[in-house]
């Protein structure tokens, strides 16, 4: 890409930034539901590394089963909210993990095997 070209595409952005309807947007609930809610996935992520002994199956099943309705949601709102989309997407995800962490711990490893990996 030209020097030239990048100068334009950023001017662009900058004007793009600058413009009534993105401060709009910044000002609305469609853009601040989705940025507070991203705590969820973060908080789930953060946790993928830890002991499977602290998860909560029944959370993890209501958290699942919340980012999945409202994935679908997010896609069907007009406008189409692909912020609230990503933030379930990921979310889903993360708890899918800690679901089979889950079930892998409680339910397919056996009690030697779990004070092993206590010790």
Known sequence: ?????????????AENLK???F?????STHF?????????P???????????????????????LYS??????AWKVQPRNMLLFACHITN??????QGIRFINYNYLTKKDDKQVAAA
């Not at 401060?23 to 000002?27: A, F, G, H």
């Not at 953060?46 to 959370?59: V, Y």
């Open 68 to 73: 999945c309705c409202f994935m679908r949601f």
């Open 19 to 21: 413009s009534k309807e």
């Open 92 to 97: 889903a995800t993360a708890q899918s993990i």
């Open 32 to 40: 601040w539901g989705p940025v507070a809610n991203w705590g969820i």
């Open 1 to 13: 890409m030209s020097q030239k070209r990048a100068a334009g595409l950023v001017g662009k952005l």
């Open 23 to 27: 401060r709009e947007y910044l000002m």
């Open 42 to 64: 973060i908080a789930a992520l953060a946790d993928i590394n830890k002991d499977p002994k602290f998860i909560s199956g029944r959370m993890t099943l209501a958290l699942t």
